[in-house]
């Protein structure tokens, strides 16, 4: 009698078990669905919109190969086409990259362009482009992307350093700032003082932007994005284990200097990449993986990871396309879009972790 009591008890608390988990699996699929969904609903727009205006018939003429010349071929694929698929990987690297920064740092508001990483990256690739321009040398796509890993790198080491001194955490949030300021205000004297109209265009590469995107460039930030994010994807363990603790991730095996490495040199080379690229771009990184947490309502690295890499790459078009199309045909640069949208994401987002701790 006891024996039937107690398995009635276990399957009762096994079916209400299973009765909580079923919301929350359906909110993720509902997410991920929903995600999906925006992307090819905001993939159409930004190719029908712009300065110049296509009809459906036109882009599927185009997309099966009925028309293969023209000056709306020429702008559909070789403008627009690579233009999506960069806001597309490089966003999905902001916010992959912004995950991985609040990991490490255990900072809501931790991100690449706050803690001045970004900062960093575009001030070297300035310095770089800036020499080997005033010699007639044009820069390669590795080269661009090494540049800015080393100047992210030394952002970086600087918070790094500051983190050994400095105990409280928004204090080092403050120092990464201050980096951030430094590096642009350093970038902005070389680029004012330029004097070939070459590189007098950087101020615009430094505001951000995915204009002027080739297939070539594409090519190379999928490899390097897309490789970037298998790997931390791979590490969905060791992370999550971190985020209990570094006492628990001892015990479960981790070692957590090695993670520590790895967790700065990943998100180092996703930032590095979308500056070398398209400049820097605020707020992605810092906001993407909070409303991915809002969303999904989990911090579980196996989801949060292809979680923020969906999410950041609908909200970066979602961006440019307002970018490029709300005072057509001048384009805003991206930041001022992601700044003005996104950062009172983060203000509603710090009054509501405020709220609970009260």
Not at 63 to 84: D, M
Request: some cysteine; proline content about 3%.
């Amino acid at each position: 009698m006891e024996q039937e009591k107690s398995k009635k008890n276990m399957e009762d608390g096994g079916t209400e078990k299973l009765m909580r988990r079923e919301p929350v699996m359906m909110r993720r699929i509902l997410f991920f669905s929903g995600m999906l969904l925006l992307l090819f609903g905001l993939v159409a727009w930004n190719v029908g919109s712009g300065s110049q205006s296509m009809s459906f018939r036109e882009i599927l003429d185009i997309l099966t190969g009925k028309v293969q010349e023209g000056a709306a071929f020429q702008i559909l694929w070789n403008i627009r086409f690579p233009r999506i698929c960069a806001a597309f990987f490089l966003g999905g690297a902001l916010a992959v990259s912004g995950f991985l920064l609040q990991t490490f740092f255990g900072n809501p508001i931790a991100g690449p362009y706050v803690l001045g990483i970004s900062s960093g990256a575009k001030l070297v690739v300035a310095i770089v482009m800036i020499m080997l321009l005033s010699k007639g040398v044009r820069i390669s796509s590795f080269g661009m992307m090494a540049a800015a890993f080393v100047g992210a790198m030394i952002a970086m080491g600087f918070v790094l350093l500051v983190s050994l001194r400095v105990q409280k955490m928004s204090l080092l949030i403050v120092c990464g700032i201050m980096i951030g300021y430094i590096c642009s205000a350093v970038t902005e004297l070389l680029v004012t003082f330029a004097d070939d109209s070459n590189i007098v265009n950087l101020h615009n590469w430094s505001m951000g932007s995915f204009s002027g995107m080739a297939w070539g460039n594409v090519k190379t930030m999928a490899w390097i994005v897309l490789l970037t994010c298998v790997i931390t994807f791979l590490l969905s363990k060791p992370i999550g284990a971190y985020q209990m603790g570094e006492a628990y991730a001892r015990n479960m095996g981790v070692n957590i200097r090695g993670l520590r490495i790895l967790l700065i040199l990943l998100s180092s080379i996703l930032s590095a990449c979308v500056t070398a690229f398209a400049g820097p771009i605020s707020f992605v990184g810092i906001a993407v993986p909070h409303l991915v947490k809002l969303m999904t309502k989990t911090a579980k690295p196996y989801l949060m990871i292809p979680g923020c890499f969906l999410c950041g790459a609908v909200v970066t078009l979602f961006c440019d396309g307002i970018a490029r199309t709300i005072f057509a045909p001048t384009e805003v640069s991206i930041s001022s879009v992601t700044a003005v949208l996104l950062a009172p994401v983060v203000i509603l987002m710090m009054i509501r972790k405020g709220e609970k701790r009260r």
